[in-house]
């Protein structure tokens, strides 16, 4: 991918390469669970894109990626279609072992004030998203540029998720901000009698790679409508 420096571009240029070395090695590439019992324990605060962002999305990307799925046979989750396109902002575990104290604590952050506060500058925000990214069995559409709003917003979920009692999770959205495009719901049978599985995720790698250059050179706008915040599959539910 084009470097364009500073620790964006490092952690992205990280990113890529490692997504390249999985796509040679199918055995390290693990299915993606649809829904991920993973999710329940962790609360999200996300952005949500309006109807026309959607569909330029769609139109450039998400048709495609649909097309190549078909043609490649490679069962894909699909933004749109599987799961509703976002952009997240920071996430938190719960940490809590009793049902009834997480539902408590997901309650109390589900009317939180200062939340709503912290995130209403992000609402009606443009975000440009240029660069198209593999990162291992994921699609990551992401930001050359982050808006200072959303480092500001960020900052001040992540205190307030402290306050009230949830670790960081065990993704870092220091230097990143993407939406994820699509992920590779279970991994590829390759043999090595059968040259044509063996060729899979080769031939998905370039045609992402070629999807890549159309988007860096025509970088997508997306708008953010609302601010969405809950408990993983509650958030963003499977059906």
Request: hydrophobic share 35%; glycine share 8%; charged share 30%.
């Amino acid at each position: 991918m084009p470097r364009f420096g500073g620790p964006i571009g490092e952690k992205y240029g990280g990113i890529d390469i490692e997504g390249r070395k999985a796509l040679e090695k199918p055995e390290t590439i693990k299915g993606f669970p649809h829904p991920n019992k993973a999710f329940e324990g962790v609360f999200w605060v996300s952005g949500d894109f309006d109807t026309e962002s959607q569909a330029e999305v769609q139109r450039r990307i998400l048709d495609r990626i649909e097309d190549l799925e078909a043609e490649l046979g490679l069962p894909l989750l699909i933004g749109n279609r599987d799961f509703p396109l976002h952009v997240s902002l920071q996430n938190g575990v719960l940490g809590e072992n009793d049902p009834r104290d997480k539902e408590v604590k997901v309650d109390h952050l589900m009317s939180n004030e200062e939340l709503t506060e912290d995130t209403a500058p992000l609402v009606g925000l443009p975000v440009e998203f240029k660069y198209l990214l593999i990162n291992r069995g994921n699609i990551l559409l992401t930001s050359a540029k982050i808006p200072e709003a959303v480092s500001e917003a960020r900052k001040a979920i992540a205190e307030v998720y402290a306050s009230n009692g949830l670790t960081p999770g065990s993704y870092n959205y220091e230097n990143i901000l993407h939406i994820t495009i699509a992920r590779i719901a279970e991994s590829p049978a390759v043999e090595d009698e059968n040259p044509d599985k063996q060729n899979v995720l080769e031939a998905y790698r370039k045609r992402l790679i070629e999807l890549r250059h159309e988007i860096s050179s025509n970088p997508i706008t997306m708008r953010i409508e609302k601010v969405a915040r809950g408990v993983g599959e509650r958030l963003y539910p499977s059906d």
